[in-house]
């Protein structure tokens, strides 16, 4: 069974400030997301990144897979209180078919204070 | 579009009651899923669903039925609840790998 670390499991900041949140594994993916869960609500799918190496921005939020596609960071830019909630990454199960089956790692509480 | 509902939104049970939680979905996906999420353990699969009329048991299947006998409707259901059945629990759905998910169901079971 693949496991995905995420890290720091929470994080409380103040507006402004920039943050980084890790997910890392000894597994390669195929492709690794991210989702943002709001307090009450179910995740939402953020971005997915499928090359090593990759970066993909979303306003001020910038998504990286790493090289050897074993890890992935997700950098917030001047955080605003907008922007807390639980954040996941999560990446499809390996080898075979996998009925588009997740893997989640355990998440990060983000709390911005204004 | 709804997107993928739940019913109910909240649940108190008895330890030993029996509940069946609703999910549908009006996207036409083919695969649908429950999940629990507890503090710090991020989402568990609990069943999936790969088409109507089939499942499969997930990471932590124990105590919990499912069945899919419309593509559009998966329902999970507790045949004796226990305290540590105590959790939030989300259906998703998906054609792919996006995964879309319903609000959740708190269920609190005493």
């Known amino acids: 069974t693949q496991l995905l670390e995420q890290s720091p499991q929470f994080l409380s900041i103040q507006e402004g400030e920039n943050l980084t949140v890790y997910c890392n594994s000894s597994s390669v993916f195929s492709s690794l997301q991210w989702y943002r869960q709001e307090p009450g609500e179910g995740p939402v799918l953020l971005v997915t990144v499928v090359t090593g190496g990759e970066v993909k921005k979303l306003k001020r939020l910038t998504f990286q897979f790493g090289d050897a596609r074993k890890d992935s960071s997700l950098h917030i830019t001047a955080a605003q209180p907008g922007d807390t909630g639980l954040y996941l990454c999560?990446?499809?199960?390996?080898?075979?078919?996998?009925?588009?089956?997740?893997?989640f790692g355990q998440g990060t509480i983000l709390t911005v204070h204004p | 579009n709804a997107g993928v509902t739940q019913t109910p939104k909240f649940r108190v049970l008895k330890t030993g009651q029996s509940m069946t939680l609703l999910c549908a979905q009006d996207m036409n996906h083919e695969y649908m899923y429950w999940y629990r999420q507890d503090p710090g353990m991020g989402l568990r699969l609990i069943h999936y669903s790969v088409g109507e009329g089939t499942t499969a048991k997930g990471e932590v299947p124990d105590g919990y039925n499912v069945s899919r006998l419309k593509k559009q409707n998966f329902l999970l259901g507790l045949e004796s609840a226990a305290p540590s059945q105590t959790s939030v629990y989300f259906c998703a759905s998906t054609q792919a790998y996006e995964q879309y998910f319903g609000p959740g169901t708190r269920l609190t079971v005493t």
């Open positions: 999560a990446a499809p199960g390996a080898g075979g078919t996998s009925y588009g089956k997740l893997t």
